[in-house]
């Protein structure tokens, strides 16, 4: 946990590997919106699992069948992806919390930082990289569909989508509390003058 956020930090103080964190995660995104074009192409316009906001267990178990060999190697170059991108979102929201909270509220900084609070930025990353195992195992191994597994991925879905929103959530409000700490700062600024 330490390295992890160790990490976090190091991303948080560098403005060169912070950009290149963004850069990756941009890149990865864009390849994951071309792959998921291509795939809804050869499975009667359904997405990726991964894309899916509302996935429910008889969804998948329901467009499992569509599933060429064409889709399913698409399937595999989304998921090799999809580990990239999350592991950068991670180090680019996650060091974007740390940056924010150092500067706009450096005492719970300080707080945040010595409970090595900041890891719990990657928790989306890490429901992720495990709706990515659970969404091959589905594809590659459960012969015939295998609803257990069904249900493990759209689990981890949720749990994915649930601390992104509490995590860019709560990067939006540091970032509003620094905005008005820098504001209210300009302004009794002024009135000393």
Request: glycine share 8%; net charge positive; with cysteine.
């Amino acid at each position: 946990m330490s390295r992890l956020q160790d990490l976090l930090l190091r991303f948080s103080r560098s403005p060169l590997a912070f950009i290149a964190a963004v850069l990756v995660f941009c890149l990865s995104f864009h390849g994951l919106f071309r792959i998921t074009s291509a795939f809804a192409a050869v499975t009667g316009g359904f997405q990726p699992f991964d894309m899916q906001n509302v996935l429910e267990v008889d969804g998948v178990l329901a467009q499992l069948p569509l599933y060429t060999e064409d889709s399913r190697r698409l399937y595999a170059g989304f998921a090799a992806t999809d580990f990239v991108f999350p592991a950068a979102g991670g180090l680019v929201f996650g060091g974007a919390a740390a940056f924010l909270m150092r500067h706009g509220l450096p005492s719970a900084y300080v707080w945040f930082e010595a409970r090595r609070g900041f890891v719990l930025f990657l928790l989306p990353t890490l429901f992720d990289f495990l709706e990515n195992v659970a969404a091959l195992a589905v594809i590659f191994l459960a012969q015939p569909p295998s609803r257990a597994l069904a249900t493990i991925l759209v689990g981890f879905h949720q749990l994915k989508l649930g601390t992104l929103i509490l995590g860019h959530s709560t990067t939006m409000l540091l970032a509003l509390v620094l905005v008005l700490r820098k504001a209210m700062g300009l302004v009794a600024a002024s009135q000393a003058r």
